[in-house]
């Protein structure tokens, strides 16, 4: 191997392991409040319905910003796209932590949002500029495997420092983290050195969003990706902890394992998607057969009584597998945009995507709070605070089985993709 070639594999290796390290850091620090739903409503007196609009707050700049995240990181490079995203997203983490008023709470969370906004951008730079054509779908679902180990984190791994260290303290602790993860950036990334043809090409911002957003076919594929993308955004990463812990008598850390198994099926889905896709050549056929077993599944999980707990995280799981099968949706928004905004492709799907968890989770916290029909109270008669009962939570639930079956309806009228070219 050539000094060249081996400077080449060093520099693909480090930014591709750096930008997964960020994408898993900043999902960390994003699902984190599904473990802290009790301690956050109790501090500070607040509903579900002021908790989902916290929550949600990570989401507004993380979607607003992911078509100028693609210009941004194509100008910038990776390196100082993930050395700045750390250390604004740990900054973000530490107000988060620090915040005596709700106020500061979606302070911290904006910036978390914004700080995570060219996280998954940046793996997507990397597979596309770094390898073939045909490896992009397989590369884009493993970093979204990433991001699902980063989930996990943020769910039982998180819940055990806050048993042990409070909520602020287990907070610090991340933010330290991504300080860590920042000087990892500037001193171990090296820039990736520009071909003349690459340095001459200036994608223009306003009319890469004007081509995109002419596409019917490209919002159809985002917004189907953005209802798949529920089992995550609106359940693993806030509600399904409390609800898993009410429905079962269990504790927090008990009760985010069923956070944990949505996010290792999504991980499995990922991975395992494109290969079947490769292997029927079809992406379509793919995201069908996953839409009907996500119906199936997440209707099991939330309202069998019978499968008990065990058999409810065994749903869950095969639910998380359906929904990661979605990450197809960033492939076939790839092979229907042009080539010069490829980028800007995988930000407007990715914005659609991420739009979920702003509109589901208050969505689904204001739902909680109209369903609940008086406050629970304990043996002194004060009520208590952030309690609701299963048929409140199921009641809620509903508008997601309702939204899913809408997904499988969608998957239809997505163009056809093959994994492969015919031979």
Same mark, same amino acid.
Request: charged fraction near 15%; proline fraction near 3%.
């Given at each position: ?6 400077? #080449?594999?060093?520099?693909?290796? $480090? ?14 620090? #994003? ?21 989902? %609009? ?39 983490? =530490?107000?988060?932590?620090?915040? !005596? ?12 949002? @914004? /700080?995570? /906004? ?27 495997? %990433? ?12 819940? =055990?420092?806050?048993? #042990? ?21 500037? =001193? =171990?990334?090296? !820039? ?9 090409? #200036?994608?223009? @911002?306003?009319?890469?969003? !004007?081509?995109?957003? &002419? ?12 209802? $798949? ?54 992406? &379509? ?31 869950? +799981? ?9 990450? @197809? ?40 709070? +109209? ?41 239809? +009228?997505?163009?056809?993709? &093959? ?5």
């Amino acid at each position: 191997m050539t000094d060249g070639t081996s400077r #080449r594999v060093s520099i693909t290796a $480090m930014s591709l392991l750096a930008c997964w390290m960020y994408y898993l850091y900043t999902y960390i620090v #994003r699902v984190e409040p599904c473990v802290l739903v009790d301690d956050l409503m109790r501090e500070f007196s607040i509903t579900s319905s002021v908790l989902g %609009m916290v929550a949600s707050s990570a989401y507004i700049p993380y979607v607003a910003m992911q078509i100028p995240c693609g210009i941004i990181t194509d100008k910038l490079g990776v390196k100082v796209m993930v050395a700045c995203g750390c250390a604004l997203c740990a900054l973000g983490v =530490f107000i988060f932590g620090a915040a !005596k008023s709700v106020f500061f709470l979606q302070v911290g969370r904006f910036l978390i949002g @914004l /700080a995570s /906004a060219s996280a998954f951008l940046c793996c997507g730079k990397v597979a596309a500029e770094y390898f073939s054509k045909d490896k992009y779908a397989l590369l884009m679902g493993l970093a979204m495997c %990433m991001g699902c180990i980063g989930g996990i984190s943020g769910t039982a791994p998180t819940a =055990f420092l806050v048993e #042990r260290c409070g909520w602020r303290g287990a907070t610090y602790i991340l933010a330290a983290v991504g300080a860590v993860l920042t000087l990892m950036a500037l =001193f =171990f990334i090296k !820039k990736r050195e520009k071909s003349p043809a690459e340095s001459g090409s #200036r994608p223009q @911002l306003l009319k890469g969003i !004007k081509i995109l957003s &002419k596409q019917p076919k490209l919002w159809l594929a985002g917004l189907y990706g953005a209802i $798949m993308y529920l089992p995550l955004s609106a359940l693993a990463e806030l509600w399904i902890v409390p609800y898993t812990g009410v429905r079962f008598g269990v504790d927090t850390e008990t009760a985010s394992l069923s956070s944990i198994l949505l996010f290792i099926g999504f991980a499995v889905g990922s991975a395992v998607s494109p290969w079947v896709a490769d292997k029927i050549n079809s992406y &379509k056929k793919t995201l069908i057969g996953s839409s009907v077993l996500c119906v199936s599944t997440s209707a099991a999980a939330l309202y069998v009584g019978a499968l008990g707990f065990g058999g409810s995280l065994a749903m869950l +799981f095969l639910s998380g597998t359906a929904a990661g099968a979605s990450t @197809l949706v960033f492939a076939i928004s790839y092979h229907m945009a042009p080539h010069e905004y490829s980028g800007s492709s995988a930000g407007f799907t990715n914005a659609l995507i991420m739009s979920s968890g702003i509109i589901f989770q208050p969505i689904l916290g204001y739902l909680i709070d +109209f369903y609940k029909q008086s406050d629970v109270r304990d043996a002194t008669g004060a009520a208590v605070s952030g309690y609701y009962s299963v048929d409140v939570y199921q009641e809620t639930f509903m508008v997601l089985i309702y939204v899913f079956v809408a997904a499988l309806i969608m998957t239809f +009228f997505i163009n056809e993709i &093959k994994a492969r070219k015919e031979k």
